[in-house]
């Protein structure tokens, strides 16, 4: 019987190390991110699909794939709907079998954020008392700018932080198991622009929930220096979200291949080398993420 997320991101918050969250939108990058995870020595990884990427795989079929991957590689998994901003969506990931949800309300005013994704815990609550599960819900507070893929320029200003006492009150009034929030963090990678963590703000967030089990997530980490996902970890972060980085690893291997290949039509002669670029970008993070030892 596996262990619940919940267990693993304890573990990490008592270990002073964080569990992985990379997304895929295809069977071969599931399946490198989760054989790279469990090589590199993680106790366990979380998949994600974004709304798009969960359209393009389809909910069920990235419960049914992930499914027989655990079983397969015999390593917790942990499949996680990421960044989903209504109630309708995070309903229809929890139905199919997801283990986790994002309600992101973060674009909501503080007030609807907060019964939206209270909407969404008494959901994954009643759903998980009826099939024994333990479905973990994530909230988001704070401006996250940016997108998955590469950027030229993101603004970034102190004033879309998540705020120390407001994530404080969202955690006690919605009842979420994890954070998602903003010191410095945008989505995808910016090529005219350095990024840079607050982590003095972000100790200042750790420090208002202090005693209290909630887990810290930090998004966008790519672009990231490692030195500063290192510093977030060490300051109270327990789970890392990579997306871009992945994609630009595989995409260019698959660039790569076409130049040097131009008539090679087998799909799995030109994707294999890509997924291995995957993976190898998957056991440096774990590498990472596991900076203790
Ligand atoms: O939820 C997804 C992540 O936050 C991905 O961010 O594309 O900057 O790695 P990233
Ligand atoms: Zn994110």
């Known amino acids: 019987m596996m262990e619940g997320l919940d267990y693993y991101l304890r573990q990490a918050k008592e270990g002073n190390y964080a569990i ?4 895929f939108a295809t069977e071969d ?16 990884v979380m998949v994600g699909t ?37 109630f309708d969506k995070c309903k229809e990931a929890i139905d199919a079998g997801y283990d986790s949800v994002i309600a992101d309300g973060s674009k909501l005013p503080m007030a609807e954020n907060i019964a939206f994704t209270k909407q969404v815990v008494e959901y994954a609550k ?4 009826f099939k024994n599960l333990n479905i973990s819900v ?18 970034i200003s102190p004033a879309d932080y998540s705020k120390p006492q407001e994530v404080a009150d969202f955690v006690s009034r919605t009842g979420v198991d994890r954070m998602a929030i903003v010191f410095g963090n945008i989505h995808g990678i910016v090529t005219d622009q350095k990024e840079k963590l607050d982590i003095e703000h972000f100790s200042r967030i750790v420090s208002a929930l202090q005693g209290h089990p909630v887990s810290f997530v930090l998004h966008g980490a790519s672009g990231l220096k490692d030195e500063d996902v290192v510093a977030s970890i060490k300051a109270g972060i327990t789970n890392v979200h990579f997306n871009t980085e992945l994609r630009v690893a595989y995409r260019n291997e698959i660039d790569k291949q076409f130049h040097e290949h131009p008539n090679e039509t087998t799909p799995y002669k030109y994707l294999g080398p890509a997924v291995d670029e995957v993976k190898k970008l998957v056991a440096q ?3 990472l993420f596991m900076w203790k030892n």
């Open 20 to 23: 992985g969250h990379f997304n």
């Open 29 to 44: 990058v599931l399946r490198g991110i989760i054989e790279a995870s469990r090589d590199a020595g993680a106790p366990a």
């Open 50 to 86: 974004s709304g798009g990427e969960a359209d393009f795989v389809g909910m069920k079929e990235a419960v049914a794939l992930v499914k027989v991957m655990r079983e397969n590689f015999d390593f917790p998994v942990f499949l996680n709907a990421d960044h989903f901003k209504s």
């Open 126 to 129: 009643e759903v998980s008392k």
């Open 138 to 155: 994530e909230g988001e507070l704070g401006y996250l700018r940016g997108s998955s893929e590469v950027q030229k320029k993101i603004e």
């Open 285 to 287: 993070k774990i590498r």
